[in-house]
Structure formats: C-alpha cells, structure tokens
C-alpha cells in the first residue's frame, strides 16, 4: 500500500482541517510518517470528534510513546469500532498501554496490531 508519506509538517495542516469535523466517522492516515508529534497533533485534533467509528493509523512509525497518547484519547470513542494500528513500532509497553485504553470500548468489533516489535507472548 502506497502513502502520502506527508511527514510530521503536514500533520498540522491535515489536523487543522480534521478538528473542524466534529462528526467525522471514518479516518485513515495510513502510510504518512507522523511519528510522534504528528500522532499527538492529530489525537489532539480528534477532540471534538465523538462520532469516530474507524480509525486507522498503520505505517507512521509510531513508537511507545506515540501509541499511549492514542491510548489515553480512545476511551472517548464509545462508538469506534475498529482500530488499525498496523505496521509501526510498537514494543511491549506500547502493547499494554493500547489494551488499557481500549479495555472499556464495547462497541470495538475489529483490532490490528500486526506487524509491531511487541511480541503478545511477551504480555503474560
């Protein structure tokens, strides 16, 4: 799968735009590299959004710190259904952080953590 690969600078421009769209539903940033401070702009820009129902953030190189902003954020989606977290480098502690703040979406049908560093194994 081909990205953007719109880079972490562009991430607050694409943020500006998403934090208008207090219904949105559906959004993938799939494939741009937003690392860190992308994915914390774009979490942040989310705020509003209290409709979101899939969410997909594979291949932007988020690491553990990354994914526990993700994980602080999710518990306000209680309609999300999906969540892609695919293809990043998310190890162990990233893992556990995810869980914990998905533990209480009743709604969440479909979660993919594929092809991270964490190994589930690992977890017990």
């Known amino acids: ?23 949105i539903k559906f959004i993938d940033i799939s494939s741009n590299e937003f690392q860190y401070e992308g994915i914390e702009l774009f979490i942040k820009s989310l705020e509003h959004s209290t409709e979101l129902r899939y969410l ?17 954020k999710l518990k306000n ?11 990043n480098a998310i190890k ?11 533990k209480d979406l009743r709604s969440l049908l479909s979660l993919n953590i ?3 560093e964490g190994k589930c194994e690992d977890l017990r």
């Open 92 to 102: 162990e502690s990233g893992l556990v952080s995810l869980m914990e703040g998905i």
């Open 56 to 72: 997909n953030i594979s291949r932007n190189f988020i690491q553990d710190e990354g994914i526990k902003i993700v994980s602080e």
């Open 77 to 87: 989606y209680q309609f999300l259904h999906t969540i892609d977290v695919s293809v």
């Open 114 to 116: 594929s092809e991270n």
């Open 1 to 23: 799968k081909l990205g953007n690969f719109l880079k972490t600078a562009a991430a607050k421009v694409v943020c500006l735009g998403i934090s208008e769209l207090h219904k």
